[in-house]
């Protein structure tokens, strides 16, 4: 079993940053997958951004040059750096890790609870 625990989220005003961090737990040796989600008030869940295990990041169009995923390993840890921030981004921000072998089963699939991001114009 894996734990997901996301924080940093909070509110600020449009053109502002917040840092998200999202860390497992629950095995030893086991290599995780990463991606971030968010959803907004009356919307579906869409994707935001997606960190391999070589570190190579993927992200979501509406998001691109503003926000930058990077991860530690020794910490199971990745953070999400949201810069120039804008209303649209408001959500929840959920994190998925999906493990990926080592001492854990693969493709075991696990979500965060959230972390609420407001952006005030």
């Known amino acids: 079993q894996v734990q997901v625990e996301e924080s940093g989220g909070g509110s600020v005003q449009a053109g502002g940053s917040l840092k998200l961090s999202c860390t497992a737990s629950g ?57 120039s921030l804008k209303p649209e981004d408001t959500g929840i921000y959920y994190c998925k890790i999906v493990t990926g072998g080592g001492s854990c089963p693969w493709g075991m699939e696990y979500w965060g609870k959230g972390t609420e991001v407001t952006i005030s114009s």
């Open 27 to 83: 095995y030893t040796s086991c290599q995780y997958h990463y991606t971030w989600y968010r959803q907004a008030p009356g919307k579906e869940r869409e994707f935001v951004s997606r960190i391999d295990t070589y570190g190579s990041t993927t992200d979501a169009d509406s998001v691109k040059g503003r926000f930058t995923l990077s991860q530690d390993n020794k910490k199971n840890t990745v953070y999400l750096q949201m810069d």
